[in-house]
């Protein structure tokens, strides 16, 4: 594995933190009703789809546990804004 990988692999990891941390404790309705938290979410998935995109072979290799494929493909998701 690269060592740019666990740079990588970190920056994931923080995103999701931040994406879990900005949806804790709200409920559906909040969420729709929030076209900021919407806009910014989507943003956070496109970052961690970025960072996963970087990861080398051999570093997806070591963690086949991440569903590399699915969250590389995340970044380029049409996000519906209602």
Same mark, same amino acid.
């Given at each position: 594995?690269?060592?740019?990988?666990? @740079?990588? $692999? %970190? *920056?994931?990891?923080?995103?999701?933190?931040? +994406?879990?941390?900005?949806?804790?404790?709200?409920? /559906?309705?909040?969420?729709?009703?929030?076209?900021?938290?919407? @806009?910014? $979410? %989507? *943003?956070?998935?496109?970052?961690?789809?970025? +960072?996963?995109?970087?990861?080398?072979?051999?570093? /997806?290799?070591?963690?086949?546990?991440?569903?590399?494929?699915?969250?590389?493909?995340?970044?380029?998701?049409?996000?519906?804004?209602?």
């Amino acid at each position: 594995m690269l060592q740019s990988d666990s @740079l990588y $692999l %970190a *920056h994931m990891l923080e995103m999701a933190r931040k +994406a879990l941390g900005k949806t804790q404790g709200i409920s /559906r309705d909040v969420y729709d009703s929030d076209e900021n938290l919407r @806009l910014a $979410l %989507a *943003h956070l998935v496109q970052v961690i789809g970025e +960072a996963a995109r970087r990861v080398s072979a051999e570093g /997806r290799a070591a963690h086949p546990e991440i569903p590399w494929f699915e969250i590389t493909g995340m970044r380029s998701k049409t996000f519906t804004i209602t």
